[in-house]
């Protein structure tokens, strides 16, 4: 009866601060859509003893004119729930914490969400960070002699011909295949010596020698989602560079499927993403807050547990995204 309690009076409670979405449409002409979404998680049950669980679900990023949210409600079936942001990127996340868990730990949020084609409006802010290099992503090496080999490193070249340089070399060096060992992890060695890969790996190649060149490059990760109702248990990544301006969005894997049969489609994808996608976290080697007692993740899409520290194995029985058009 009291985790029942505890359940419902979660499902009742709103966190403050969301942001009121727009009707779709309204965001300087672009197309847009405005749908309910639901992320929830199953985490198994610990090891019998464990005295604490941790639990990290990650939150919906918030970019006006990009993304909007409303109506965020959060439950969780046990346990203290709070949100959270970490300070690396400004990644907001759920965060459960569960003395003495005697079973499975269910945690939920849903929300209503406002997304807009992405054609370089967004208005995140940049750092350093989009400069330096990840566990996976080196920015000296092969990164250095590619954006020598490509001119991207030339600096009396406007930004925007250097990045598409690096766009069309990623497009036409790797194939999206996903039938070997390696692939997304978002690796460089692997897109640049294996040359396939899935989103992760296109976008590694692509902010390794960006950010090489000297031009910020960020990593998104978030989930694809087909127009209407859907269902989907993994993720989809892209990535922006930035011009001094404003963050410009690329989805090279995405045109690496269309290439063959529609060159000026795929050309689209350098500078224009569409809407039908939702945007979770920014950045990879991600420290949770509060802070994860395991190794930094290598990207944050799926949900992350401890029990006493210790890492819960997870998969996608575990999980479930859903959503439908408003």
Not at 218 to 231: E, V
Request: proline share 7%; with cysteine.
């Amino acid at each position: 009866m009291l985790r029942l309690g505890v359940w419902v009076a979660l499902a009742l409670f709103v966190f403050a601060g969301c942001q009121t979405a727009e009707e779709p449409g309204t965001a300087g002409g672009l197309e847009g859509r405005r749908f309910h979404f639901r992320y929830e998680t199953t985490v198994p049950c610990p090891p019998e003893g464990t005295r604490r669980l941790d639990v990290w679900v990650p939150l919906p990023l918030t970019d006006p004119g990009v993304q909007e949210l409303s109506e965020l409600r959060i439950w969780t079936s046990r346990g203290t729930v709070r949100q959270t942001t970490e300070p690396a990127y400004g990644n907001r996340m759920v965060h459960v914490r569960v003395d003495d868990p005697g079973g499975p730990t269910r945690v939920s949020w849903t929300a209503v969400i406002t997304r807009y084609e992405d054609v370089g409006q967004g208005r995140l802010p940049t750092s350093g960070r989009f400069l330096r290099s990840n566990a996976l992503i080196p920015v000296d090496g092969l990164a250095l002699t590619l954006a020598h080999r490509l001119k991207a490193d030339d600096p009396s070249s406007p930004v925007g011909d250097r990045a598409e340089h690096i766009y069309n070399d990623v497009l036409a060096s790797m194939t999206y295949d996903k039938k070997h060992q390696g692939w997304g992890r978002g690796s460089f060695e692997h897109a640049t010596s294996i040359c396939m890969g899935n989103c992760t790996d296109f976008h590694a190649r692509f902010i390794g020698v960006g950010r090489a060149a000297r031009i910020p490059c960020r990593f998104t990760m978030g989930i694809p989602m087909k127009p209407g109702r859907g269902a989907y248990d993994s993720y989809h990544c892209w990535a922006h560079w930035h011009d001094g301006e404003a963050w410009r969005p690329v989805d090279i894997s995405e045109a690496d499927k269309i290439v063959g049969h529609d060159s000026l489609g795929a050309g689209r994808f350098f500078g224009r993403l569409d809407p039908d996608r939702l945007a979770l976290t920014l950045g990879r080697d991600i420290v949770l807050e509060p802070r994860q007692q395991g190794p930094p993740l290598n990207y944050f899409v799926f949900p992350y547990a401890e029990a006493d520290g210790k890492n819960v194995e997870m998969g996608k029985k575990d999980w479930m995204f859903t959503w439908t058009d408003a």
